[in-house]
């Protein structure tokens, strides 16, 4: 199967106003599959990136243009296009920019929340959101994709042993990425990795909605989440009843599915349609996209 790029989608660039942030707007995309339509009612699926990326990279945009629903995709604060202060363990702060999305997206369009999308950050951030809303925005939510998501945030010490001389010598880490073809250099010192470590993802036992559908993404060559993360969330969301739980290891796949952002978007798009034809069950997706264990 190949993921259908629908080029007939009108793409919209939107600033939106942050409300908890006076001066920050938070810039991202909006795709609309129909854009004369009236979008009051209509479903609309959020895609969030991961630590130090951006709206457009990995998966996103492709997945964005293939999407049979409309769809927004956002840089959070201190990333790309919205300005402020980027921060290691920002993660509340993250749950309050979807917030400030989420809001707009109703307030302006009338879109409910039928999908969240997340890659890495993003999926922890999107676990915390949808645990928070589950009595409110959330409930409009059918399908949740969790892509390389950590569970174990506590893991997140290896990362920082491999850094421990630099932590030693001067207090801090530089973290350095190139986000849309420019360097974007980040500190991160002990109590941020703490910060980080302390995230409490065990919510998702006893909050997370029972009626979403789930498809967890991982890739069994990540260095940056252990691919046992994802056999976790298997057994948290595939607990749960009516919805279920589908989870697929990728061979040769790393933490951002280098190379092979189409293992994402053909994924997405197939388990979309058979949650459409009503087939899904809690299992373990085979290679070839159609079977499961």
């Known amino acids: ?85 980027w921060v290691f363990a920002g993660f509340p702060e993250d749950v309050i920019d979807l917030e400030v999305v989420v809001e707009y997206l109703k307030k302006e369009y009338g879109y409910v929340v039928d999908m969240l999308v997340g890659h890495s950050r993003g999926s922890v951030v999107s676990l915390m959101w949808l645990c928070k809303h589950k009595e409110r925005d959330a409930t409009t939510v059918t399908r949740y994709v969790n892509v390389s998501g950590r569970y174990r945030m506590e893991t997140v010490s290896d990362i920082m042993r491999l850094h421990q001389e630099q932590l030693d010598r001067q207090g801090f880490v530089e973290l350095r990425a190139t986000v849309a073809r420019k360097p974007f250099v980040a500190r991160a010192r002990k109590e941020d990795y703490d910060a980080f470590a302390s995230i409490d993802t065990s919510i998702a036992w006893t909050q997370f909605p029972a009626h979403i559908d789930v498809l967890s993404l991982h890739g069994l060559r990540d260095t940056v989440v252990p691919p046992y993360d994802a056999f976790i969330y298997a057994r948290i969301y595939g607990s749960r009843t009516p919805g279920t739980h589908t989870l697929r290891y990728v061979e040769e796949a790393d933490h951002n599915f280098s190379g092979m952002p189409e293992e994402v978007v053909d994924t997405v798009i197939e388990w979309m349609a058979q949650q459409e034809r009503n087939e899904l069950i809690t299992g373990l997706w085979q290679t070839g996209l159609k079977n499961k264990l």
């Not at 790029?5 to 129909?34: C, Y």
């Not at 991961?50 to 990995?58: A, E, Q, T, V, W």
């Open 1 to 85: 199967m190949s993921s259908g790029n629908n080029t007939s989608k009108q793409t919209t660039k939107i600033a939106i106003p942050h409300t908890a942030q006076p001066g920050i707007a938070i810039v991202g995309v909006l795709e609309q599959v129909a854009p004369q339509e009236p979008t009051r009612g209509r479903k609309i699926a959020l895609i969030l990136h991961g630590s130090m990326g951006h709206k457009d990279y990995l998966f996103q945009k492709r997945l964005a243009l293939g999407l049979p629903i409309d769809s927004f995709r956002f840089d959070f604060r201190g990333n790309h296009e919205t300005p402020g202060t």
